[in-house]
C-alpha cells in the first residue's frame, strides 16, 4: 500500500512538493574567524529597507580643525556665595519652611534658616532696662497720641458750629500727626530690642520675647545649599560659618592647555563638551567662551586656562566633574567624513558601516571615528575605509540584525 501511494503521488502533478520561496536576504559565511559576513538582498528586500535612496559616498572634505583637552566643570565667580552668622544665636528652623539640608535647591530671598540672636547676662541687663524705657516711652506716646485726638474731636466739633478757627482745627490736626509719628518710632524701637531673644542661660527655659523675634537667613541667590556647617538647636559664635548657596546654571569649563598650543586654540569659537567619550558618540553641547573669566594659569604643568559657559538647567554636571572639551583651531584641514547615521557601535563600543559592495550585496566594515561635527562623522588617521565607498544609512541597524541573526 505504501508504494502504491508513492506511486499516485508521482504521477499526480497536484500532489508534487512545492520548495519554499527564495528568502529576502542572504548572508554568506565569512572567511575566517575575524572577517565579517556579506549579505545579499533580493531587489524587493532592498527596496523595502529603502536602501537604494539612502547611500552615501565617504568624502573627503577641508573641515574647521579641532583637539580635545581634558576640562573641569567649576561654579563661575560670583555665583558661590558664603554665609555667617551676624551675631551669636541658636539655630531655628525657618517658620513654615522646610529644614535646611545640603542639595536644597531655593529661591533667591527664600528663608534656609532662623538666628534666635543669644546675649550675655550684663547685656542681658542691659536689654531688660533698655526695653523697661522703650515700654515707657510706648506708653507715654500713646498716651499723647490719645489726648491729641481728643483734643482734636473737641476742636472739630467746635470748628462745625464756628466756635472755632480753621487754623486751630489744623494746629490740633497737627498735633495728632506729630503724636502719631512719635508712637510709632517708640514701637520700632521697642520691637528692636524684642528681636533680641535669649540669653545663654536662658536656652532651656522660656524665651523672653515671642517666637517671631528670630532672625531669617535669606539666600542671596538662586542655587543649591552646599557645605551646610549647622543644625537646628545649635549654639554658633558670629561669625561662624553657616551654609554656602551655589548658582550651577550656567555653569563653566575650566580647559587648561598647553602654553605651547595656545595659539593654535581660536579663542572666540564655541567648544563642545560632554563626558568623557561623548566626542565619539555625539552627546556633547556647544559651550560659549566665557570672557570675563579669571587669568589663571599653573607654571608646574605649563598650561594657560580657558573658560567656557555651558547651560545647565537640571543641574546634570556638578562642581568638580571630569569633562572633555573639543576646542576650534585656527585654520581647515582635510579629513575623511561620512554621515553620522551610518555609523554603528557593537557591544563592546567599536563603530562599524555597511559597504555596498555590488547589487543589493552590503559588507560591514570597520571605521575609526575620531569626533562627530553635526550630521557629520570626521574619521581619523586610520579609517578603515577608502574615499568613494558608499555606505548605508538608512537601513543599516536592520542589516546588522540580518547578520547577527544568520539572515531569519
Request: aromatic share 4%.
Amino acid at each position: 500500500m505504501l508504494f502504491l501511494a508513492v506511486a499516485l503521488a508521482a504521477c499526480d502533478p497536484a500532489a508534487a512538493v512545492h520548495s519554499d520561496p527564495p528568502p529576502a536576504a542572504r548572508v554568506e559565511p565569512a572567511g575566517g574567524e575575524t572577517a565579517v559576513a556579506a549579505i545579499t538582498l533580493t531587489p524587493e528586500a532592498e527596496r523595502r529597507l529603502e536602501i537604494p535612496t539612502h547611500l552615501a559616498n565617504v568624502e573627503r572634505r577641508a573641515l574647521p580643525r579641532t583637539r580635545r583637552y581634558g576640562g573641569e566643570a567649576v561654579v563661575p565667580p560670583g555665583a558661590s556665595v558664603a554665609i555667617a552668622a551676624p551675631f551669636a544665636a541658636s539655630i531655628e528652623l525657618p517658620r513654615g519652611g522646610r529644614a535646611p539640608a545640603s542639595g536644597l535647591a531655593v529661591r533667591k530671598g527664600e528663608t534656609v534658616l532662623a538666628l534666635a540672636p543669644l546675649l550675655t547676662p550684663a547685656e542681658a541687663l542691659r536689654r531688660s532696662e533698655a526695653l523697661a524705657d522703650a515700654e515707657g516711652q510706648v506708653a507715654r506716646a500713646g498716651a499723647e497720641h490719645d489726648a491729641a485726638a481728643l483734643r482734636f474731636r473737641r476742636v472739630e466739633a467746635l470748628a462745625r458750629e464756628r466756635a472755632a478757627s480753621e487754623r486751630a482745627l489744623e494746629e490740633a490736626r497737627a498735633q495728632v500727626d506729630i503724636a502719631r509719628a512719635t508712637l510709632d518710632a517708640a514701637r520700632l524701637r521697642r520691637d528692636a530690642l524684642l528681636a533680641f531673644t535669649r540669653t545663654p542661660g536662658e536656652r532651656d527655659g522660656a524665651p523672653t520675647a515671642t517666637p517671631s523675634a528670630a532672625v531669617p537667613v535669606p539666600a542671596p541667590i538662586d542655587g543649591v545649599v552646599r557645605d551646610l556647617k549647622v543644625a537646628p538647636g545649635m549654639v554658633v559664635p558670629g561669625g561662624a560659618p553657616l551654609f554656602t548657596i551655589e548658582r550651577l546654571d550656567p555653569i563653566w569649563v575650566r580647559v587648561p592647555v598647553p602654553v605651547t598650543e595656545l595659539d593654535d586654540v581660536d579663542r572666540e569659537a564655541a567648544a563642545q563638551v560632554g563626558r568623557p567619550g561623548g566626542a565619539r558618540t555625539g552627546r556633547t553641547a556647544a559651550a560659549a567662551p566665557a570672557h570675563a573669566a579669571p587669568p589663571t594659569a599653573s607654571a608646574p604643568a605649563g598650561t594657560v586656562d580657558l573658560y567656557y559657559e555651558l547651560a545647565n538647567a537640571d543641574a546634570a554636571l556638578r562642581p568638580g566633574e571630569r569633562l572633555d572639551a573639543t576646542l576650534a583651531l585656527v585654520g581647515a584641514a582635510e579629513s575623511l567624513v561620512l554621515p553620522w547615521a551610518a555609523v554603528l557601535h557593537d557591544i563592546d563600543g567599536a563603530t562599524w558601516v555597511y559597504e555596498a559592495t555590488g547589487p543589493q550585496r552590503f559588507v560591514r566594515r570597520r571605521v575609526h571615528v575620531e569626533r562627530v561635527a553635526g550630521d557629520l562623522a570626521l574619521l581619523g588617521p586610520e579609517a578603515g575605509i577608502a574615499p568613494g565607498t558608499q555606505v548605508v544609512t538608512a537601513g543599516a541597524a536592520e542589516l546588522f540584525g540580518i547578520e547577527l541573526g544568520g539572515g531569519r
